[in-house]
């Protein structure tokens, strides 16, 4: 190989690194984040599913557990399915969104009932035809 071939694949050679660096890397550390998360799962503690749905850990199994998505109501879960675990600054968060989504959904209800409300319109005139 010469020098010029050398320089003509310096521009690749560069490019995958680039690319490595903006995508392989963080994608890496989220991975390394989430298995961290899964596994250091207690029981008592506040999460959030892949699916969205909260609930509190009761058991903890080597890829089971088992969560409480409401009072009386038990589910089972391979550990993956967890999002992530819920501090109590994202339950102040979430009530807030909340708060704030229901206040926006009542402002909603306002201006459809407007929009819904019956008009008066007259019947369309049909055409008529004339014999001969």
Do not use: C, N
């Amino acid at each position: 190989m010469t020098q010029e071939d050398l320089y003509a694949l310096l521009p690749f050679v560069l490019l995958a690194l680039v690319f490595w660096f903006l995508v392989f890397r963080p994608a890496r550390k989220r991975q390394r984040e989430t298995l961290q998360t899964q596994s250091s799962l207690e029981v008592g503690a506040r999460v959030m599913l892949t699916s969205g749905i909260f609930g509190d850990v009761l058991s903890v199994g080597d890829s089971e557990l088992e969560i409480e998505i409401a009072p009386g109501t038990v589910i089972t879960v391979h550990r993956q399915a967890i999002g992530r675990v819920v501090t109590p600054d994202d339950a102040t968060d979430d009530a807030a969104l909340e708060t704030r989504d229901a206040d926006d959904s009542d402002a909603d209800d306002v201006d459809d009932a407007d929009d819904t409300a019956p008009t008066e319109q007259s019947e369309p005139e049909l055409p008529t035809h004339e014999e001969k």
